[in-house]
């Protein structure tokens, strides 16, 4: 990853200076180990090859957006980061893109399902958001060092929220779960892709969590 990029720079649209500092300014608050305008950069780049190698999207401007706005806000232990996330999306769309015809309904929807990682099969959902789904999962599925420092920084988001004990019997169950699952990945563009590596990363952490 390129330190000097910015992941905004990626996406289909402009945003207006506003728009992008508040962004910028809601990923940086509070401080984040991993849920920080990085990650957002990542799934951009997976939002990406989506267009540019895979399948395309049907709806690039509302599933950027829910990219984009996905973890706006991020509180490690609380249950409604999803849903107060996409109601900042919808509000600054409305505030700086009234005219662009943005479907804000599927933007929520696509945020806030990203609240049930793990509890969906392929079929579950339209194609289209298992690919974006995925895109916020590829990161199971990178080299060792990238899934382990993503690791590292979950658990330092965490601390000070959870017991540590607590934490680490929750997220060996999460990893232990996805690791069961007969398909990690919804989509086959993803599968075919990471699907082997998520499995090689997903055995060593459960293994190192015992």
């Not at 500092?21 to 920080?36: C, D, K, L, V």
């Not at 017991?163 to 599968?191: C, M, Q, T, V």
């Amino acid at each position: 990853m390129t330190t000097d990029a910015s992941p905004l720079d990626l996406l289909p649209f402009e945003l207006v200076p506003a728009q992008r500092e508040a962004i910028e300014a809601a990923y940086a608050t509070p401080p984040r180990a991993y849920h920080n305008i990085g990650h957002v950069l990542e799934v951009l780049r997976h939002y990406r090859s989506v267009a540019e190698h895979g399948p395309g999207w049907r709806q690039p401007v509302e599933t950027a957006l829910a990219v984009l706005y996905h973890d706006a806000i991020y509180e490690a232990g609380r249950k409604d980061n999803e849903t107060r996330s996409a109601e900042m999306a919808v509000a600054q769309v409305g505030r700086w893109m009234p005219e662009a015809g943005v479907d804000v309904r599927r933007v929520m929807d696509l945020i806030e399902l990203t609240a049930r990682h793990g509890s969906f099969s392929p079929g579950n959902v339209d194609s289209e958001t298992a690919l974006f789904l995925d895109c916020d999962m590829a990161i199971l599925g990178a080299e060792p060092v990238v899934f382990d420092a993503y690791d590292r920084g979950i658990a330092a988001e965490y601390r000070g929220h959870v017991p540590g004990w607590l934490f680490k019997l929750n997220r060996r169950r999460f990893l232990k779960a996805l690791l069961g699952r007969e398909r990690i990945y919804l989509s086959d563009f993803f599968h075919e892709r990471f699907d082997a590596q998520a499995r090689r990363n997903l055995r060593r952490a459960v293994t190192e969590k015992r």
